[in-house]
Nanobody, 120 residues
Framework: QVQLVESGGGLVQPGGSLGLPCAAS????????MGWYRQVPGKQRELVAV???????IYADSVKGRFTISSDNAMNTVYLQRNSLKPHDTAVYYC??????????????WGQGTQVPVSS
């Protein structure tokens, strides 16, 4: 059993900053990628930023230069620092990870989602 636990959601004003941590726990052999997606009503869930154990980081064009994703050495925890927030950053943010649970079994896992509104 693998769990992704998110925290750090809440209202922030435009131009402000807010960090989103996510921690993975459970039957983990290796974390391959870990990151954040977001979704607004009526739209598909979209990638925000991910960090890969072998390939570095990937960002959505809409957040480049404003968001930074980082992880601890074991990639058990990722942290999304969000700066210069805009109203269109308002969404439910989901932590996501591709995790190997054994040397040959792996799966995609999601957190429960955290609402992060940006509004004055």
């Amino acid at each position: 059993q693998v769990q992704l636990v998110e925290s750090g959601g809440g209202l922030v004003q435009p131009g402000g900053s807010l960090g989103l941590p996510c921690a993975a726990s459970g039957s983990i052999f290796r974390i391959n990628t870990m990151g954040w997606y977001r979704q607004v009503p009526g739209k598909q869930r979209e990638l925000v930023a991910v960090v890969s154990s072998g390939s570095g980081t990937i960002y959505a064009d809409s957040v480049k230069g404003r968001f930074t994703i980082s992880s601890d050495n074991a990639m058990n925890t990722v942290y999304l620092q969000r700066n210069s927030l805009k109203p269109h950053d308002t969404a439910v943010y989901y932590c996501n990870a591709y995790i190997s649970t054994t040397h040959r079994d792996w799966g995609q896992f999601w957190g429960q989602g955290t609402q992060v509104p940006v509004s004055s």
